[in-house]
Every structure is written in C-alpha cells, then in structure tokens.
C-alpha cells in the first residue's frame, strides 16, 4: 500500500485511484479501519499495511440521526448514524456550526470529525432554539443549554 491514492470526498464517498469504490464490504473496512497515525495524520491500517487517506472535509457524515424524547416532548439524547453504518450517541458538547452553516460535531471518542448531512440536519433544526435575551442559538437536550458554536 505504499502508493495508496485513496479520498474520501465531502459526502463520505471513498474513491480509489479517482474511482469510487462502490463495494459495501470494502467500504466498510475502509471506513472501520480509518484511524490516525503517530503525527496525526489520517491512515487506513490493515493489518501490519498503512495508507494516508486523503480527506476533502471530515472522514465521516452524519447520515440520519434518532432523536430519543422526554415525556414532554423535549430532547433526551441523540443517537447519530453515520456513513459507515455505525451507531453512536451524540455529544452535543462538540456540535459546532461551519461554513454554510453546516453543522459538524466529533464522533468515535473525539477522534474524527463529522459533517451533518442535509437530512440529518434538518432533524436536528426543530430542536434548534433562540434566547433572545443572550442573543445566541442552543440545543436543548435532557434539560441542559447547549450553545450552537460557529468557527
């Protein structure tokens, strides 16, 4: 795997050579094996092999997510899908607003960062709240403010 041309485009698309790698089960080995080498640096390893991944914007996209309810109607927790088909519980301490105002949070332990995807988004917005008074937009879940960041 020395020369190893691999991307992963903004949507969470893993191409190879220029060419999409459309085979589930080798995308999901990529996906799973995808970590982070000794300078930080985002690698696929697999076995004793190791390959540079070259990322457009985050490794993983917030495909769809599972909004878990209070008896009130409020948010309890979040449970987010991810593009590699993994399940996780969100942590809205890392939700953080980028360009285009494209939500992005960390997942898998804070290593990664995740895009939302459109739809993924827009089950969060009706959750999205205002306080005029403080002049800033939060997040609600299970009774606690969490304010929505924007870098």
Known sequence: MNDCPLRIDKDGRW???QEEITHRRTYLLFSHSLTRDVSGRLVIRIGQEECPVEVEDTPFVVRTLTCILTDNGGLK???LTLNDETQE??????LRIGPENIPYCRVRDGVFDARFS???YQLLLP???YDEKEDFYFILIAGRKYNLEVF
Do not use: H, K, N
């Not at 519980?89 to 890392?94: C, H, I, K, N, R």
């Open 15 to 17: 191409f190879y050579r």
């Open 77 to 79: 927790s979040v449970i």
């Open 89 to 94: 519980v969100f942590d809205p301490l890392t």
């Open 118 to 120: 459109r739809a993924a």
């Open 127 to 129: 959750f999205v709240q």
